[in-house]
């Protein structure tokens, strides 16, 4: 495809809505990535400190466990783990939610990560035809897949903090390191309640929306408590400490036994994760499977921009269709046609989205951050 136009910085097409480039050319999410981590080398060994006070006083509390750890067998919350248990010595519990599509190597760096760690851990398994009906039920009503199990993976951490009220709450994920959240093409478990409101299928999903019910969700609580330990404090491994991929992917093979496929090492923890990747093309065929995460490679200054041109155009040329999709589609009773319709439509997610929550949560942040 010729004269893509394209950030300056990155490579994300400015095509897309929520992509407003500068006279420069520069995308806003690169300025957003450089306002908040420009100094990061000034700032390292105070983030780092900041992370120890904690950790002082987390020890300090001597309850059954120190922290919690979502745990999915992926790098970043494996890292987590390592640094949590490893170096800094807590007592961790861990929580995995499966989807029905985790894969066999997560589920053996999952093992391999808990004999190492000495780490307790709970899978939470929601039956698998419930989910692959929410699947459906996402696509159908929203044209995005992931909200069914973003929603899970915060319901069984909000549940595993009710039951054990550890004092911390510790994940792998950071704007700092994970990909930009691009409205169009994203659709994280804050809508999940709205899309699943007064509808029969709610009943159902019982197991994903159990965690709105309770304390811990909510931000208010997290903040009035936040230096107490009374609810759980969550943080980011990623915001207190920097660590390059490569330097990252070293450290969980040699110290957790840490394994991934040759072909693919990012979200290798789901079966179907190239399916929500593909349809970012059908969205805009200006993208590919890859974009998001190559603008996010060069913005995190892992790779130049050269070398993501080089990646997404030869993807753009060769891009196929994820070998799982057939059998996903065969899963949810879903014709490729009807996918294809659905996975296009990049507005209808918009209606489900609450922007009051996206304020709150914004303005939570920015207090805790400030």
């Known amino acids: 495809m010729e004269d893509i136009k394209r950030c300056t910085r990155c490579i994300i097409p400015t095509n897309l809505p929520s992509v407003k480039p500068d006279k420069y ?16 080398d000034d700032t390292k060994e105070q983030r780092k400190k900041q992370f120890e006070d904690i950790i002082h006083k987390v020890k300090k509390l001597n309850r059954h466990y120190d922290c919690l750890i979502t745990l999915s067998g992926g790098k970043d919350s494996t890292y987590s783990l390592y640094l949590c248990s490893k170096v800094y010595g807590l007592k961790c519990l ?12 997560a589920k053996a760096n999952i093992k391999s990560a808990i004999e190492i760690s ?8 929601v039956n698998r035809d419930t989910m692959l009906k929410l699947y459906r039920y996402s696509l159908v009503k929203s044209g995005m897949l992931c909200s069914p199990c973003m929603k899970g993976i915060e319901a069984c951490g909000l549940i595993a903090s009710k039951a054990f009220n550890p004092p911390l709450y510790v994940h792998g994920n950071s704007t ?3 990909y930009a959240v ?5 659709a994280a478990g804050e809508i999940f309640r709205n899309l699943i409101k007064d509808d029969p299928i709610e009943s159902e999903a019982n197991q994903l929306i159990a965690g709105d019910r309770h304390k811990y969700f909510n931000a208010i609580n997290r903040l009035l408590f936040r230096w107490s330990y009374k609810v759980p404090r969550i943080i980011s491994i990623h915001d207190y400490f920097d660590v390059s991929r490569e330097e990252l992917y070293d450290t969980i093979r040699r110290e957790m036994n840490w394994t991934a496929p040759e072909e693919e090492t990012e979200h290798m923890d789901c079966l179907i994760h190239e399916v929500p990747f593909y349809m970012h093309k059908l969205k805009f065929p200006e993208l590919t499977k890859k ?3 190559l603008a996010g490679q060069v913005r995190f200054n892992e790779m130049s921009r050269e070398e993501a041109l080089e990646i997404e155009n030869k993807e753009l040329f060769e891009g196929k ?16 046609d009807e996918f294809e319709f659905h996975a296009k439509d990049w507005k209808r997610v918009d209606k489900f989205r609450s922007k009051t929550r996206n304020y709150l949560v914004s303005l939570y942040h920015r207090i805790v951050k400030g």
């Open 291 to 293: 974009t998001a995460f």
């Open 25 to 40: 050319g520069v995308c806003n999410y690169c300025r957003k990535y450089e306002n908040l981590y420009s100094n990061l």
């Open 118 to 125: 000495g780490a307790d851990h709970i899978f939470y398994t």
């Open 176 to 178: 700092k390191i994970g």
């Open 94 to 105: 861990c929580i995995t939610l499966d989807n029905g599509f985790l894969s066999d190597h």
């Open 321 to 336: 269709k994820p070998k799982v999709l057939e059998h996903f589609l065969d899963e949810i009773n879903m014709s490729e």
């Open 182 to 186: 691009y409205p169009e093409l994203t």
